[in-house]
């Protein structure tokens, strides 16, 4: 295959020894592949391109969709969904602060320690 432009590593003509890097995909990587397939370029192409099964680049394809027609929806969201979230975050705070002060109550109650109280005797 030979082509005008240069190939991009992890290409099969660009990755190391002519094999396409499997590695995981970035998701500017998968965006990018997906546009090629929404542009016309066939899947199996592209897919054969990137080292990647036709059913990922599909998989791909379906959630970049179905992302894009979430952000379409004129509907804001749910008021359950805010105060949902909004309680979450104060149980992760919560939870975060039950575990500094059981940290700093186990260092307080260390003898080794040198904040552990003793004593003063009489």
């Given at each position: ?110 003898p080794q ?10």
């Amino acid at each position: 295959m030979s082509k005008s432009k240069n190939p991009a590593p992890g290409t099969p003509e660009g990755g190391p020894g002519g094999v396409a890097d499997r590695g995981r995909f970035s998701a500017r990587r998968k965006t990018d592949s997906v546009l090629r397939v929404l542009k016309g370029e066939p899947l199996d192409g592209v897919s054969r391109e990137l080292g990647v099964t036709a059913a990922t680049l599909a998989t791909w394809r379906d959630a970049f969709v179905a992302a894009g027609t979430s952000g379409l929806k004129s509907r804001p969201t749910e008021p359950q969904e805010d105060q949902l979230r909004q309680l979450t975050h104060v149980i992760g705070e919560m939870s975060l602060t039950q575990h500094i002060l059981k940290a700093r109550l186990k260092q307080l109650e260390d003898p080794q320690s040198p904040f552990f109280r003793r004593k003063s005797s009489p």
